[in-house]
């Protein structure tokens, strides 16, 4: 009776094992997706939000802008310069093309 006993104990141990890894492993994971979902909204907003103020500016019944609004490129927003090159600076810049107010004055 007791070698029966023994044997079935043994059995059990590798699924027990098996279970106790399984649920540790859950655990660790939960905790490192919940770290990670704390910190990547900070980290978003930092770099959305990173633009320099010297490259802002108000234009009146548009609202805020950056980059040179002179250039063929400029996206006209708060928030993305253009789409060549989103991050800036528009200083010496070699995709920078200048815009044909004429022709917008000719059209209207």
């Known amino acids: 009776m007791l070698k029966t006993l023994l ?3 043994i ?3 590798p699924s ?6 399984m649920r540790k492993t859950r655990n660790r994971t939960r905790l490192l997706l919940r770290r990670t979902a704390v910190a990547l909204p900070m980290e978003q907003l930092r770099i959305n939000t990173r633009t ?5 500016y108000y234009l009146e019944g548009v609202g805020y802008l950056i980059g040179d609004i002179s250039c063929r490129y400029n996206a006209r927003s708060g928030y993305l310069r253009c789409a060549v090159n989103p991050d800036g600076p528009c200083e010496n810049c070699r995709y920078y093309e200048p815009r044909d107010f004429t022709g917008i004055d000719k059209k209207s």
């Open 16 to 21: 027990l094992f098996s279970l106790w890894l």
């Open 7 to 9: 044997v079935i104990a």
């Open 11 to 13: 059995g059990f141990l």
């Open 52 to 56: 320099n103020e010297g490259d802002r």
